[in-house]
């Protein structure tokens, strides 16, 4: 198939693999922001495939892990309540909350519906006007356009019984945090090829001058993954920063024009909450105030959350690419996809999960 099967080509593969061996002259360290990148890089070993002192930290992408406990329990709380549907994207029913998981109260009979787009959120409310439905929105720079497009349709049609439960971030604001850190050690960067079709990618290039970083805005197979590696290596090989794209059959500088307006029209910029890891000012999004009535949190009054984490999990270290995830005590033992305690082990974008599943597996 176009544009899949030669970024899975063995034999592309091994070349680049081959000229980053060549390229490299001393020990770097690369964060691929995204989870999604993090499980092509384990499924396919590209991790163990590189040369000794290149070294891949996986970082925070992964926008089921980094929801907050909070508005999990706020989730549960309401859709506890009768009359209530909940719409979700389905990694998120197995997510552990404080005390259970959606999946679990689903099963206890909550009305906790799963779906592939808000606007099949939208669907649910016009199909059932006497019930209240909330959609769990959460997610990056890729689901905020839609997630975005479902608020305005519904402020066009008046559909007052559909609200969002927003916990939108933004990838940015995530790596001058990670950049601006004591301990940073990271010396580049693979962007995530999707967030850039959304955004494009001007704001790395700031980021990439203030901190005199390489960021490569990459794909997702095993030959886009290495193709950016190779680049990030040799921009730091040759002492350049700034950004260079890899992804070009997809993003452009500018992005998408049209879904940053709808973004803008219906969100604004403000501090992000991100589980594990905390708060990173001007990091997510929440909805304007004339969208008000569309806001799940303004139209259901829940009394004080008081979160549980876990104290055996270790999902902060692994997120900012402190520890990888065998690195926690858990892994593997208290902690499977089966019986996860953090979000990480059970998310498709998680660390944990690839560290499980393909860990040691060379494809
Ligand atoms: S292995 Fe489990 S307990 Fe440890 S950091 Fe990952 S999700 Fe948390």
Redesign the pocket.
């Known amino acids: 198939m176009k544009f899949i099967d030669e970024y899975r080509d063995s034999d592309r593969a091994r070349n680049i693999l081959k000229k980053i061996e060549d390229t490299v002259t001393k020990p770097w360290t690369i964060m691929e922001i995204c989870g999604g990148q993090t499980h092509s890089i384990v499924r396919n070993g590209i991790d163990q495939l590189l040369p000794d002192g290149v070294r891949l930290i996986h970082g925070p992408g992964c926008p089921v892990c980094v929801t907050p406990l909070d508005i999990l329990d706020r989730a549960l709380s309401i859709v506890s309540k009768p009359g209530v549907i909940l719409a979700s994207f389905g990694d998120m029913l197995r997510v552990p909350g404080s005390r259970e998981t959606l999946s679990v109260a689903k099963s206890g009979g909550a009305d906790v519906r799963v779906v592939f787009s808000p606007l099949e959120a939208l669907n649910i409310a016009r199909e059932n006007p006497q019930h209240e439905v909330f959609f769990l929105a959460i997610g990056f720079e890729t689901t905020a356009p839609g997630n975005a497009m479902a608020i305005k349709q519904a402020a066009r049609e008046n559909l007052r019984n559909f609200s969002e439960l927003v916990s939108q971030f933004m990838v940015p604001p995530a790596m001058r945090a990670i950049l601006s850190s004591e301990k940073n050690m990271i010396q580049g960067f693979l962007a995530a090829g999707h967030v850039c079709t959304v955004t494009g990618y001007e704001e790395y290039e700031r980021i990439g001058e203030e901190f005199h970083v390489p960021i490569v805005p990459t794909g997702f197979e095993p030959v886009d993954i290495l193709s950016g590696i190779l680049r990030v290596i040799e921009m730091l090989e040759s002492g350049r920063s700034g950004v260079h794209n890899e992804y070009g059959r997809v993003v452009s500088r500018e992005g998408n024009p049209v879904a940053k307006k709808v973004v803008d029209e219906v969100f604004h910029v403000a501090d992000g909450h991100w589980r594990g890891i905390g708060v990173i000012p001007q990091s997510g999004l929440q909805l304007r105030d004339e969208f008000a009535p569309f806001d799940t949190q303004k139209k259901f009054n829940v009394a004080d959350i008081q979160p549980d984490e876990?104290p055996?999990?270790?999902?902060g270290?692994?997120l900012r690419g402190m520890i990888t995830?065998e690195r926690?005590e858990?892994?593997?033992k208290?902690?499977t996809p089966l019986k996860?305690?953090?979000?990480?082990?059970v998310s498709a974008e998680?660390?944990?999960a690839a560290y499980y599943k393909y860990h040691g597996k060379v494809l």
């Not at 996860?340 to 082990?345: E, K, S, V």
């Open positions: 876990s055996l999990c270790r999902s270290d692994v995830p926690c858990a892994f593997g208290e902690c996860p305690l953090g979000a990480p082990m998680g660390a944990c």
